[in-house]
């Protein structure tokens, strides 16, 4: 397996743009001209929650902004899909594209071919190996495992069993949200053991990995699972038909942490079904995957460095990263009503 890029820390300096000023507050900032460029963008999926949230922000952002976008193309997690829709756009002469790749191992020739066209891309939630890349536009999945660790670790008081859906390990999040968590729990909690259960984000995988783990583990003190969009629902109803689905404060309780911020984890939040999640902002990454996607049709260039958002930008060995914010929800503040899956227009 080839291990996924990690970004470049990035090195003093704050971020400034060489033409213009970066605004957090709005996608407008370059869109303002009679004629603004045309963009093409592609969804990756709308199998999970969490990509059908991005969508829609998408097309409210799009709408709002009046963006010059071409029809939206959506590859399913499919590769080969993938490939034709984003050759399909690049031969109605986009200035950029948005895009999201899963498979970032074999984006490289596509990359060099839209870069020999000037189409700037703009990747949202994954990294692409190689190729050039205008700005990867996602959050430092790698805090994903460590908040997750942290949290179990203290709720656990650094001792017991743990499960770890993990992601796919060739991907750049699921090898980052696993590399984060295994570090923390390995240096600030060594009386917890692990048990890793690599799903490829598939939930028949994890589920049936999972009902082996409760067979063979019924000792088991929490969960992590890497994708609630994807490990959520099903994790609570093999639970369920099991009588481990406890709230918590009660004996038995399973203590579990997610990852995605949707709004079916705040519910289970609420009910006590699991008692965290790191909330990926799908609405930022949908703002500002269009932002830098008209920044880069009108030639702005960006340096490393903490931004204007509150957040920062790293150095990739082929571009920069915009590492957004992604705050751990719990029952303290799952009712944040600036969280965007609390928000009415999601």
Known sequence: MKRPLAPTTAVGGTILLLSGTLSGCSTTATSSAAHPATIGVDVPRADSDFWKAYARYLQQDIGADRLNVLPVTQSDGDSAK????IKALAN??????VMAPQDTTTTTMLLDDLFAKHISTVSVDTVPESGNTYMVVRTDNRSYGTKACEFLGKQLHGRGK????????DSINGYDRSQGFAYCMRTEFPGIRVIELPTDWKADVATDKLQSTLAT??????LYLQAGGVFLQPTL????????????????????????GISQEYDAIRKGEIDATVSQPADLYAKYALYYAQAAAAGKTFQAGPTDHNSTIVL????????????????DNVND??????RQDN
């Not at 993938?82 to 829709?85: G, H, L, M, P, S």
């Not at 583990?217 to 929490?222: A, F, I, Q, R, S």
């Not at 009503?337 to 609390?342: D, F, G, K, R």
Request: zero cysteines.
């Open 237 to 260: 109803t093999l639970l369920q038909q099991k009588g481990l689905l406890k709230p918590a404060g009660q004996t038995g309780h399973l203590t579990i942490v997610s990852n995605d």
């Open 92 to 97: 109605q002469h986009p200035k950029a594209i």
């Open 217 to 222: 583990d019924p000792d088991l003190n929490g």
């Open 162 to 169: 743990v499960a770890e859906l993990q992601g796919a390990l």
């Open 337 to 342: 009503p600036t969280l965007w899956a609390n």
């Open 316 to 331: 990739l060995p082929n571009g920069l990263e915009d590492q957004l914010p992604a705050p751990l929800v719990t029952k």
């Open 82 to 85: 993938f490939t034709a829709n």
